[in-house]
Each structure stands twice: as structure tokens, then as C-alpha cells.
């Protein structure tokens, strides 16, 4: 078959940075409510398990049902409506949301052929609603949530959100919240002078550990710096628009930086190909996707060296998982070079 394409294919995007202690907010209230997570990330299990044990039973209690039904997801949201400058105009806008306008915009954003059935699902249409869950069959949490969704309170779900929040704010944030914003101000800033020599692709790739290519339907790319998840990126999707809550870099976490100091995600790298065992993971990888299991027969190792090399891997942005797959992403190894020779040569 011959075929002449006359489509648009898009080649790139848009990048927009912002930062705001609200996302930290609610970032922080999601990874405290991820257990498996606990054990990789750059806070200590140990700290993390102590936290939870300081918080009031109250908020326990609010951060319990916000573990059973993904509630943090549906507070990001609403925080991507406008630019709130504080917790208060941000529950005021959730107390004077009307019902159906709520419930639209917690509903997660699937696609745009799932525009309407997520509208008429706001309105209480239960037929679009399980389109919905069709729709997002296989993703770990979407198809309870938009269950939950069409069935709570949403009186009762107001309440939660305002009570989550006050309480992760007051018993946790507050008391940080001056060097956290100074952190993420001074990342964004440093992103901001990246516009002026890099490719919209290059920032992601650099600020997120991703390599994004343009997809159709996709014209911006909203890179928000975060501290509480560090060293993960956490990534969304939002209509016409793709989000990356990145990890800020090292060089932000201090006004004045140590230049003896080796920024730490360059050591993650370094220490990720460092390691004969890692070196082969990759080139097997470079060759096609392959399973957790796959690689555990070709290496000969046991499936929790490997699930371990592999963890290793993705923490330093080395290796990607879709599903049960894993890849090497393209210009896996690109910056090390600059990197390297960016530490030694400052001073």
C-alpha cells in the first residue's frame, strides 16, 4: 500500500515553569500516604514512619481515607484550575465550587475522546462513568476513583479536602515553609536560564530525568520543582498539557553551594553504569523492551538482584518501566559528559 501523509505531526511544545507551596502541600500529603514507596526515597523510612507517628489522630484519620481513595490525586487537580496564592482562597474556591463543576474537575482528565463521558459522568450519568472505567482499564487507582467518584458524598468530600490539608499544612509544612519556597524559587530560576541554550526537550530531559517526545493533542509542558518526592518525578496529564513534578536539583537545596560538593543525581549516574551487572541490564535494554522476568533468565540472576539493579536504574534515570516493561530511555547517558565537566570546573 502507498501511502501520502498529509497529517500534522507536532514536533515539539511549550514549556512553563511554576512553583507554589500548595503543590508541595499536596505532594507531600501523597507520598505520606504511598508506603511502598517509603523505602526509596532520599528521606529516610525511618523519619518517615516517625512523621506519621507525630501527626494528630485527626489528620490520620484525613490521611487514611486520602490513602484508600487517591484523594491527593483529585487535589492537584483542582490546584491546576488557577494560580492560588494561599491555602485559604484555595478552600474557598473548593467550598464554592457548585457540585457538578466539582465533580468534573476530580474526575480524572483521560483523554480528549473521554471529554464528554467525563462531563456527562459529572452530571450523575452512570453509563459514562464505566465508559470511563473501560477506558482506563489497567491503570493502578483511575477506575476506583472515578468509582468513588460518582458515588461519595461530595459534602462529606469537601470537608476532607480542607481538613487534609489545614492539618498536612499546619503539623508538617508550616514550620519549613519559608526554605521550601526559597528552594523552589531558586530551582525555577535556575530551570528559567536554561531556556536560553536548550531545547524545550533537553529542559525535561535535565530537569525531569525524562525523555518526552511531542504527542499529538500535547502543546505545553508544565514543569513544576518539587522537594518531597525527591528523587522521583511524578507525572500527569492534563488537557492539551503534560505535567512533570520534578525533584529539584541539588544546587537549589542551598543559598551558597559546597563546589567540592558532587551533585548527587550526577553521583546516582555515575554510580548506576559504575556496575558490570547494571552495564548489561542496559545493553539488553538498548536492544528492545524487555520483562522483569526476561532479563532474569538471560542474566542468570535471581529476580530481586535484578528487580534491585533495575530500581537502581530508574533512580538515577538510566532505565523506564511501562507497565511490566523496561527500556533504556533515549539519550540515556547524555549530559554526563557536561555534568562532569561543569563540577570541575566550578568554584
Known sequence: ????????????Y???????ILYECVLGIAMI????????????????DSIRLSLSESLSA??????????????????????FTSLKEFHEFIENLPDQHLKYLILPYLDQTQQENRLMASK?????????????????????????????????????????????????LQKQESEICSILERD?????????????????????????RAEAGITRVLLIPQYIYRPWTIQADLEETKVFYYPVSDDS????????????????????????????????????????KELTALLGMGKTTVHHHLSLLRTAGMVN???????????????IETHIDTFFKQG
Not at 37 to 44: A, D, I, N, R, T
Request: include cysteine.
Open 1 to 12: 500500500m502507498n501511502l501520502l501523509n498529509t497529517s500534522f505531526e507536532r514536533k515539539s
Open 253 to 292: 537545596l542551598n543559598e551558597t553551594s559546597d563546589p567540592y560538593e558532587p551533585p548527587a543525581q550526577l553521583v546516582r549516574r555515575l554510580k548506576a553504569i559504575g556496575d558490570e551487572k547494571r552495564l548489561r541490564i542496559m545493553k539488553l535494554l538498548t536492544e528492545k523492551e524487555r520483562t522483569l
Open 14 to 20: 511549550e514549556i512553563e515553569l511554576q512553583h507554589s
Open 124 to 172: 450523575g450519568d452512570e453509563n459514562s462513568e464505566n465508559e470511563m472505567i473501560i477506558a482506563c482499564r489497567g491503570h493502578a487507582f483511575f477506575p476506583q476513583m472515578i468509582h468513588f467518584i460518582g458515588s461519595c458524598e461530595l459534602k462529606d468530600l469537601r470537608i476532607h479536602f480542607i481538613k487534609v490539608t489545614n492539618g498536612w499544612y499546619r503539623e508538617f
Open 62 to 83: 484525613e490521611l487514611q481515607y486520602c490513602q484508600e481513595h487517591n484523594t491527593w490525586k483529585m487535589l492537584l487537580q483542582l490546584l491546576h484550575v488557577q494560580n
Open 321 to 335: 518501566v511501562t507497565g511490566a516493561f523496561y527500556s533504556v530511555p533515549e539519550n540515556a547517558l547524555q549530559g
Open 188 to 212: 525555577q530560576k535556575q530551570k528559567e536560564h536554561w531556556f536560553n541554550n536548550q531545547s524545550p526537550k533537553e529542559i525535561v530531559l535535565h530537569a525531569a530525568g525524562v525523555d518526552y
Open 33 to 48: 500516604t504511598y508506603p511502598k514507596l517509603h523505602e526509596k526515597l532520599e528521606m529516610s523510612k525511618q523519619d518517615l
